[in-house]
């Protein structure tokens, strides 16, 4: 049974063409194999007795390979649910939690990390309706003075007033300005009520913009992170 | 102000790109749920590769869960040029291609693909011979190598273009068209009995 690798098939002849191979009418099996595929028609195989038995070989195949992809369930009874939970099980063992972010005021001794505030923070902003959030990411604030002189440890940020960056997907009819407020507002409520967190400036940036149904605007995902930099201009405070 | 649409979050679908991307980018900044969500919306369909690659359905959820957790360790390097689908195929396809050959002397042992030729002389009923060509074809690919599996799975069980494959092996085109044709030849040869 023939198991190399090395053979090439194809509609160009190739060096070292097994003999089996080659049918009697003189043309390549790979050749007549490849021209059924792609339909290009060939006066010779249409009447060529060989031809007609190496493409019933591979009609043959193709009829097998058509009912096994028929006799498989269409929704096969996955137990999608016990699979995501071993997943969980090590993916949470392995958490990225993140920078440690200070809360409360300067003398304080209050910490988070980055993902569990951005967690709040992103929950925050999906309660406005049509609105979903994607990255968000909390830095120190560059304009603090007031920092205490030693460095943080590294990960930490030093204690201080911090900076937000977000990026949302928003419903159409959103005016673009006043969901951007809107976004603001609810992260520096939330960071205040539910977290504590001082919060000297949220950055917004629109990242997508989606129709009624939910769906991206034209603008393509893989364009959107090139555009986001002009979105924010539009949704920075001050 | 917008009307009330907000979103069902039960109404997911993993056909919706940019609902992947914003998952991705939480996921890749440590949000565990998100990259639950993504994994409850991918599993199914890469499950079902799997299965067809390694013909056990045991083996292919290993070979996924497995393929999600190295999916997550590598997050935060994904750059998001490709779709999250598209990159979690190609992962669970090279993991299932290693289980392949891991397993490939033992696999030869005992299904050296004798060709099987229908039991009966007498035509049995079209549907039990159905059943029994396509039990034959699960056998004879047991036979074939663990490169030449996964490109004739993709191509013929899941459809995909010989370009697509080559991008997911890492191999030419030329070299996956090669493939496939030693795996049809293969597979030929071992089920003549049914022609």
């Given at each position: 049974?023939?198991?190399?690798?090395?053979?090439?098939?194809?509609?160009?002849?190739?060096?070292?063409?097994?003999?089996?191979?080659?049918?009697?009418?003189?043309?390549?099996?790979?050749q007549?194999?490849?021209?059924?595929?792609?339909?290009?028609?060939?006066?010779?195989?249409?009447?060529?007795?060989?031809?007609?038995?190496?493409?019933?070989?591979?009609?043959?195949?193709?009829?097998?390979?058509?009912?096994?992809?028929?006799?498989?369930?269409?929704?096969?009874?996955?137990?999608?649910?016990?699979l995501?939970?071993?997943?969980?099980?090590?993916?949470r063992?392995?958490?990225?939690?993140?920078?440690?972010?200070?809360?409360?005021?300067?003398?304080?001794?209050?910490?988070?990390?980055?993902?569990?505030?951005?967690?709040?923070?992103?929950?925050?902003?999906?309660?406005?309706?049509?609105?979903?959030?994607g990255?968000?990411?909390?830095?120190?604030?560059?304009?603090?003075?007031?920092?205490?002189?030693?460095?943080?440890?590294?990960?930490?940020?030093p204690?201080?007033?911090a900076?937000?960056?977000?990026?949302?997907?928003?419903?159409?009819?959103?005016?673009?300005?006043?969901?951007?407020?809107?976004?603001?507002?609810?992260?520096?409520?939330?960071?205040?009520?539910?977290?504590?967190?001082?919060?000297?400036?949220?950055?917004?940036?629109?990242?997508?913009?989606?129709?009624?149904?939910?769906?991206?605007?034209?603008?393509?995902?893989?364009e959107?992170?090139?555009?986001?930099?002009?979105?924010?201009?539009?949704?920075?405070?001050? | 102000?917008?009307?009330?649409?907000?979103?069902?979050?039960?109404?997911?679908?993993?056909?919706?790109p940019?609902?992947?991307?914003?998952?991705?980018?939480?996921?890749?900044?440590?949000?565990?749920?998100?990259?639950?969500?993504?994994?409850?919306?991918?599993?199914?369909?890469?499950?079902?590769?799997?299965?067809r690659?390694?013909?056990?359905?045991?083996?292919?959820?290993?070979?996924?869960?497995?393929?999600?957790?190295s999916?997550?360790?590598k997050l935060?390097?994904?750059?998001?040029?490709?779709?999250?689908?598209?990159?979690?195929?190609?992962?669970?396809?090279?993991?299932?291609?290693?289980?392949?050959?891991?397993?490939?002397?033992?696999?030869?042992?005992?299904?050296?693909?004798?060709?099987?030729?229908?039991?009966?002389?007498?035509s049995?009923?079209?549907?039990?011979?159905?059943r029994?060509?396509?039990?034959?074809?699960?056998?004879?690919?047991?036979?074939?190598?663990?490169?030449?599996?996964?490109?004739?799975?993709?191509?013929e069980?899941?459809?995909?273009?010989?370009?697509?494959i080559?991008?997911?092996?890492?191999?030419?085109?030329?070299?996956?068209?090669?493939?496939?044709?030693?795996?049809?030849?293969?597979?030929?040869?071992?089920?003549?009995?049914w022609?």
């Amino acid at each position: 049974m023939a198991m190399n690798e090395g053979g090439a098939p194809g509609g160009t002849s190739y060096e070292d063409v097994p003999e089996d191979e080659v049918l009697s009418c003189g043309r390549e099996l790979a050749q007549v194999w490849e021209q059924a595929e792609t339909g290009e028609p060939d006066p010779h195989t249409a009447g060529c007795p060989h031809c007609a038995e190496a493409l019933r070989a591979l009609r043959s195949l193709e009829a097998v390979v058509a009912r096994a992809r028929d006799d498989e369930p269409q929704e096969r009874p996955w137990d999608t649910a016990a699979l995501a939970g071993r997943v969980m099980d090590v993916v949470r063992l392995e958490l990225r939690p993140g920078r440690t972010l200070p809360l409360g005021e300067a003398d304080e001794d209050a910490w988070i990390v980055e993902a569990a505030a951005a967690r709040t923070f992103r929950a925050a902003v999906e309660s406005l309706p049509g609105v979903r959030a994607g990255s968000c990411r909390i830095e120190a604030d560059p304009q603090d003075t007031g920092r205490p002189a030693s460095a943080p440890p590294v990960g930490w940020l030093p204690r201080g007033p911090a900076r937000v960056r977000i990026e949302v997907q928003v419903g159409l009819s959103w005016n673009l300005q006043l969901v951007a407020d809107e976004v603001r507002a609810r992260i520096v409520a939330a960071a205040d009520r539910e977290l504590g967190m001082r919060v000297a400036a949220v950055d917004v940036v629109i990242a997508d913009l989606l129709d009624d149904a939910g769906n991206a605007g034209n603008a393509g995902n893989a364009e959107n992170a090139e555009n986001a930099e002009n979105a924010d201009t539009e949704g920075r405070q001050g | 102000m917008p009307g009330d649409r907000g979103r069902a979050p039960e109404d997911t679908d993993a056909s919706l790109p940019h609902e992947d991307a914003l998952l991705v980018v939480r996921a890749a900044e440590g949000d565990d749920e998100a990259f639950e969500a993504l994994v409850h919306r991918h599993a199914p369909v890469l499950l079902r590769l799997a299965t067809r690659l390694l013909g056990s359905p045991t083996e292919a959820e290993d070979a996924v869960q497995e393929a999600f957790v190295s999916a997550w360790r590598k997050l935060p390097e994904f750059r998001g040029d490709a779709r999250f689908g598209t990159w979690m195929h190609r992962i669970v396809t090279n993991r299932c291609l290693n289980v392949l050959r891991s397993r490939q002397p033992v696999a030869a042992l005992d299904s050296v693909a004798e060709p099987q030729a229908p039991e009966h002389q007498v035509s049995p009923p079209r549907a039990a011979e159905g059943r029994a060509a396509v039990q034959d074809l699960s056998r004879a690919i047991e036979g074939l190598s663990p490169e030449q599996r996964v490109c004739w799975v993709l191509r013929e069980l899941d459809g995909a273009p010989y370009e697509s494959i080559a991008e997911t092996v890492g191999i030419s085109p030329e070299a996956v068209r090669g493939r496939v044709f030693r795996a049809r030849r293969y597979l030929t040869e071992a089920m003549a009995g049914w022609r």
